[in-house]
C-alpha cells in the first residue's frame, strides 16, 4: 500500500536515531504572548537568583518627573549587550535612589535577598543578542511633595537579574508543588511528560504495522494516559501488545490518512446539517469581469476543476450584513442570511472579524479561514493561518494579496485586505530523501503564514465568542475548546490527543507532522470541515489560544501548537487591547524557513514551564 510505503520510507532514519533522540533534554522554551528561547543553564541555575548585569546595560532615558505631588517616575530601558539571547525572567531590582523619601511602587516580586524587582522580560520571553526593551516607566512615592533638590539628587542603583524559579526552589525544599497534578486529572504533568516519551520511543515500530496511520497521547474511558493509535480500521488494537513500556493503548478510527484541504464549493455546515449557500462568480485578483479565472492562476490543493455559477439577483449584498466588532473587544453575530445561518463566506464590513473567509488571492476557486490578529513589538498588525491558505502551500510569493472573502468565495482584486509577509515551507520527505526525525528534518510542526494587515481593514473579534486572549493556554486532555470557521461557524469539542505524530495529505506531498493537538467537536460532529483551515482553536471559559487549526481525519481535527506558530513569526495574539508586547520581536519577511523544532521540542509546548525538559535543543525562532 502507498500509505505503508510511505510510513516505512520516513522511518528509516527515526529508527537509527531514535536512541539519541528520545531521551530527556529536549528543549525549545515555548510559550504563550512572547517569544521563548533555550534555557541558558540547568535546572539548578533556577535555583537562586542570577545576577546579569554584566550582561545587560541599564538604560535611564529620563530625569526623575513628578506626575502628582506624591507620585514620581523614571523612565529605563535595558539592552542585552552579550553576545547571546538571554531567556526571560529578566527583571531590573532597585537597591536605591539617594532619595530616603522615594518608595518603589508597582512592584512584580521579590529576589531570594528581599529586594523588590520589576519585570521587563516574562519568564517566557528572549531578550536577543543587541536588541533594546521598549522604556518602562519604573514608579516611585512619597509621604510628601518632592523638593527640587531631591529630584536633582537622585540617582538609581540597581541590578539586572533573573529570579529564581519559586517551584523549583519550593520541589528543592521538599515543600508539596500544588502543580504537579494536571487540573481536573488524577495524573500528574511528570506522567504526561513520560507517557510522550514512551509515544515517541516506540512510534516508528508502531507506524509499521498495517492500519496505523499516527499517534497520539490520549486517555481511556476511565480517564488514564494512554498511547493513543489513529487506525485504518477497527480491530488493530487486538493485533498489538496491550502496553507498551507499561503503558496501555488506545485506538481511534481516522479512515486512510489526515487531510488539509481548503473548501471548494459553496457548501457550509452547521448544526450538523449541509447548507448550500447562494452561488458566486469565481474570484481572485486575476479574474476577467464575468468571473472568470485566468488561466495563469494557481490554486490552492485539491482545488475545484467545475465552474461556480453567477450569483443570482437576490442573492444578500454587503448592504444587508451587519458584523459589529463591538470596537476591539467583542463582537455581535448579525452577520446572517436567510433562514438565520451565520455565514461566514460574505463579504464582510470593514474592519472585518476573525474567522470569516479569506485566502491567497491567487487561490481561484479555492476558500479557507482567517484564524487571527496579530501584533509584533512595533505595533504592526498582522493576520494569521495556514501556509496552504495564505501560501498556497508555499508556492506563493511574498507580498501576494491576501482577500475577505475568498476567492472561492467571490472575492476579487477590491477585497484585499493584507499582504503575505512570512509563512512557514514545509519539509518534504520527497524533497529530502527521507526524515531525519531526531533532527527534525523532513517533520513538520506548523502550517502556518502570516500577512500584513492594510490598516483598518480587520478587527480583533469573531463574530460569536468575541476576542480572543494573548495569553496561551497549555493544552490539556479533555479542555473545552472552541473556534468560529469559514465553514462550519461556531463549534465546540474538546482536546483528545497531545503530541499527534501523523503523516498529512496535501496535494504538493504526504507530509508528516509531529507534536500537534488533536481536538472532536461536541454531539458526534466534527469540529472542522474543509474550509476551516486557519481558525484559531480557542479555550471554551476563556478565549486563551490553544492551537491554530489545518487538518481532519474521521472524526477528529488537527492544529499546530500556537505557542510555536507565534514564536516562529514573533508575534503575539491581538486581543484588541493596543498594548504592544515587550518581548517579542519584529516579523519576519523573509518567507524562508527556520531552524526545524525536533519531536523531543515539540513535547514542551504540553507542559507549563516547570516540567519541561531543560537541556539543550533545537529551538525554533522567528529568525
Not at 128 to 138: F, K
Request: glycine content about 12%; hydrophobic content about 40%.
Amino acid at each position: 500500500m502507498k500509505q505503508s510505503t510511505f510510513a516505512l520510507r520516513f522511518l528509516l532514519t527515526w529508527m537509527m536515531a531514535a536512541a539519541v533522540s528520545l531521551p530527556a533534554g529536549f528543549a525549545a522554551d515555548p510559550d504563550r504572548p512572547a517569544i521563548p528561547a533555550e534555557e541558558s543553564g540547568t535546572d539548578a541555575s533556577r535555583l537562586a537568583d542570577a545576577d546579569l548585569s554584566e550582561q545587560v546595560e541599564i538604560i535611564v532615558r529620563s530625569d526623575l518627573r513628578s506626575s502628582t505631588r506624591t507620585s514620581h517616575g523614571v523612565a529605563v530601558s535595558l539592552k542585552n549587550t552579550s553576545d547571546e539571547d538571554l531567556a526571560g525572567p529578566i527583571v531590573l531590582a532597585v537597591d536605591g535612589t539617594g532619595v530616603e523619601a522615594l518608595t518603589l511602587a508597582d512592584t512584580n516580586g521579590e529576589l531570594t535577598d528581599g529586594a523588590a524587582y520589576i519585570e521587563f522580560v516574562p519568564e517566557t520571553g528572549t531578550l536577543r543578542s543587541g536588541q533594546v526593551t521598549r522604556s518602562r516607566r519604573i514608579g516611585f512615592t512619597s509621604e510628601e511633595p518632592l523638593p527640587l533638590a531631591s529630584r536633582r539628587a537622585f540617582e538609581l542603583s540597581a541590578r539586572v537579574v533573573r529570579p529564581a524559579d519559586a517551584e523549583m526552589v519550593a520541589a528543592a525544599e521538599g515543600q508539596p508543588d500544588e502543580e504537579d497534578l494536571v487540573p481536573g486529572k488524577s495524573y500528574t504533568w511528570d506522567d504526561v511528560r513520560h507517557v510522550m516519551d514512551v509515544q515517541l520511543k516506540h512510534t516508528p515500530e508502531l507506524l509499521k504495522h498495517e492500519g496505523i496511520v499516527g499517534t497520539a497521547v490520549g486517555e481511556d474511558s476511565s480517564g488514564n494516559l494512554v498511547v493513543l493509535l489513529y487506525t485504518m480500521r477497527r480491530g488493530v488494537l487486538k493485533e498489538l501488545p496491550g502496553s507498551v513500556d507499561g503503558v496501555d493503548l488506545g485506538q481511534e478510527v481516522v479512515g486512510d490518512r489526515f487531510r488539509a484541504r481548503p473548501a471548494t464549493d459553496r457548501v457550509v455546515r452547521r448544526d450538523g446539517k449541509t447548507i448550500a449557500l447562494p452561488p458566486v462568480a469565481r474570484g481572485g485578483v486575476n479574474a476577467t469581469d464575468d468571473g472568470a479565472a485566468d488561466a495563469g492562476d494557481v490554486a490552492d490543493a485539491g482545488d475545484a476543476t467545475d465552474a461556480v455559477a453567477a450569483a443570482p439577483a437576490n442573492a444578500p449584498s454587503e448592504a444587508s450584513i451587519d458584523i459589529s466588532t463591538g470596537g476591539e473587544s467583542g463582537a455581535s453575530a448579525d452577520l446572517v442570511v436567510s433562514d438565520g445561518v451565520l455565514d461566514p463566506t460574505e463579504r464582510c464590513p470593514r474592519p472585518v472579524p476573525i474567522g470569516v473567509s479569506a485566502f491567497n488571492g491567487l487561490g481561484a476557486g479555492s476558500a479557507g479561514t482567517l484564524g487571527c490578529r496579530c501584533i509584533d513589538s512595533a505595533g504592526t498588525q498582522y493576520i494569521l493561518s495556514n501556509t496552504h491558505v495564505f501560501a498556497l502551500e508555499g508556492l506563493a510569493s511574498i507580498g501576494d494579496p491576501i482577500l475577505q472573502p475568498s476567492p472561492g468565495d467571490g472575492g476579487g482584486a477590491d477585497d484585499v485586505i493584507a499582504n503575505l509577509v512570512d509563512f512557514q515551507p514545509y519539509f518534504l520527505p520527497s524533497a529530502s530523501g527521507g526524515s531525519d526525525f531526531a533532527n527534525g528534518e523532513g517533520v513538520n510542526v506548523m502550517d502556518a503564514a502570516l500577512a500584513e494587515v492594510v490598516p483598518g481593514t480587520v478587527g480583533a473579534a469573531s463574530p460569536t465568542y468575541g476576542a480572543p486572549s494573548r495569553d496561551v493556554a497549555t493544552p490539556v486532555l479533555g479542555m473545552r475548546v472552541q473556534k468560529f470557521g469559514r465553514t462550519t461557524g461556531q463549534t465546540t469539542g474538546k482536546i483528545t490527543g497531545l503530541n499527534v505524530t501523523v503523516p498529512v495529505a496535501f496535494s504538493v506531498d504526504i507530509i508528516v507532522f509531529v507534536g500537534q493537538i488533536a481536538y472532536q467537536g461536541d454531539a458526534a460532529r466534527p469540529m472542522t470541515d474543509a474550509g476551516d483551515s486557519g481558525s484559531l482553536i480557542v479555550t471554551e471559559r476563556d478565549n486563551r489560544p490553544v492551537a491554530l487549526h489545518f487538518a481532519g481525519g474521521g472524526g477528529s481535527s488537527l492544529g499546530n501548537p500556537i505557542g510555536a506558530v507565534l514564536n516562529r513569526f514573533n508575534v503575539i495574539v491581538d486581543d484588541g487591547s493596543g498594548e504592544l508586547p515587550i518581548a517579542a520581536g519584529v516579523s519576519g519577511t523573509t518567507g524562508g524557513a527556520v531552524a526545524p523544532l525536533t519531536p523531543g521540542d515539540m513535547t514542551n509546548f504540553f507542559l507549563p514551564a516547570a516540567h519541561r525538559h531543560r537541556e539543550a535543543g533545537g529551538a525554533a525562532r522567528g529568525k
